[in-house]
Every structure is written in C-alpha cells, then in structure tokens.
C-alpha cells in the first residue's frame, strides 16, 4: 500500500518553459511534505518542503502547491533549466517517528 | 566537507558474511536515519536515532538488521549473514530539525 504515488516516471519539457511535477498521499496524518532532486550516483538533494497548514511555498524558480482536500501536491519549475533534468522525489513526514515515506520519482529531462 | 559521509561508497560480499556500514551525520545534528532504496524505488525506512537513543526500528526487515550510535555521531548498520536480496543502495540521513532531512551519497551493497 503506498502512501505516496508520483503517478507519472517521466516528464520531459522544453528549457525555459513550466515544469510540473506531480504527488499524491493518502495518509490524513502527513505533517509536512518535501521534495528531493537526485542526479545519478549521488544522494537526494533537498530542494524545497511545504507544512500541511500551508497552500504554497515559494523558493526562487520552485513552487511547491498543496491541496489537502484533494490529498495533492504539485512542484512548479519555472523557467526549466537544463541542469534540472534529475529524479524528483516527493517525500512525506507523519507520526512520531519523523521518518519520511517517499514516492517512486519522477525522471525529469529538460531539453536544450 | 560538510555533509553527510557514507563508507565505503560500494560494498561486494558473499552471502552468508556480515557487513557493517556507516554513516557521518552532518555535525551537530541530532536525529539520524537510514534507509533502504532499491532500483527504480524511492528511499525505504529503516531506522532512525535522535543523538545515541534509537528511537524507531520499525522498518529493519528482520532480526540480521542491527544499528547503533553510540556516541550520538557516527551510526553503524550491521547485516549479518548477507542473503542476495539484501542488494540495494543503503542511504542515511541527518537532521537538526526533524523536518529537512540531508542525505549522505550511499553505500551499494552487493551480495553474491
């Protein structure tokens, strides 16, 4: 059963134009939500999170969205760079223990 | 450096021998947390210490999986009597906040 899905393993977008990366919970609990880049052979780069009492949170090129009703969020790049082509990781935190229940990534290419 | 170290970067061993793997957290952070990730995978939970307490070890997968943390710093991960499907790219992570978690490069185990 997995509680964080990114439904779609690859998107691909012209440099300069809008990324969008989708995530979706089901976990009511999740406190907050954090998105990772990761290139290959290296570890998941933190790049942006949001609280669950917030909508928005905005950090230079990156916009983190959340709808709690829907149990959706979504990370804006805009405007794409080559150098972002990477696997994203949305990644959520719940309960006690602080652990974070990642979901399978997205592989993000942004051509030239 | 300032991040998180992991050693060594690749581990190959035969099944039935014990490995130890470790981590450096980030100085002066307090929680540290491992994970498992397998290929095309986000990160799983394994364990995770606030200073030399470990707190949660709801995610080893069976009683071969150990860790510690002595000193509140540096974390081993021990698997004893390797089977094949221990293969997989072991990451950790510090955190001074409970919230952004920063991940070290992590160790590929390989058991033959």
């Known amino acids: 059963d997995q509680q964080v899905k990114q439904n779609s393993p690859s998107l691909s977008v012209q440099e300069g134009r809008i990324s969008i990366l989708n995530c979706d919970y089901t976990?009511?609990?999740?406190?907050?939500f954090l998105w990772y880049k990761k290139y290959p052979a290296e570890g998941p780069t933190f790049l942006i999170s949001?609280?669950?009492?917030?909508d928005k949170n905005e950090d230079g090129r990156f916009t983190v969205f959340l709808n709690k009703s829907a149990k959706h969020l979504s990370l804006h790049i805009v405007p794409s760079q080559p150098g972002d082509s990477a696997v994203y990781f949305c990644?959520?935190?719940?309960?006690?223990?602080?652990?974070?229940?990642f979901g399978k990534g997205t592989l993000l290419t942004v051509n030239p | 450096g300032a991040g998180v170290s992991q050693s060594p970067r690749y581990k190959v061993t035969k099944r039935g021998q014990d490995v130890a793997l470790r981590c450096d957290p980030i100085?002066?952070?307090?929680?540290l947390y491992w994970y498992r990730q397998a290929l095309g995978q986000g990160p799983e939970f394994l364990t995770y210490?606030?200073?030399?307490?470990?707190?949660?070890k709801s995610g080893l997968p069976n009683d071969r999986f150990s860790a510690e943390r002595p000193e509140g710093s540096i974390s081993t991960l021990t698997i004893q009597r390797t089977e094949q499907r221990d293969s997989a790219m072991y990451r950790c992570?510090?955190?001074?906040?409970?919230?952004?978690?920063?991940f070290g490069p992590g160790t590929r185990l390989t058991v033959l």
């Open positions: 992570a510090s955190s001074q906040t409970g919230v952004t978690q920063y």
């Open positions: 976990n009511s609990m999740f406190d907050y």
């Open positions: 949001i609280s669950s009492i917030k």
């Open positions: 990644a959520a935190r719940g309960g006690s223990n602080y652990k974070l229940t």
């Open positions: 100085s002066g952070h307090v929680s």
């Open positions: 210490f606030n200073y030399e307490a470990q707190q949660d």
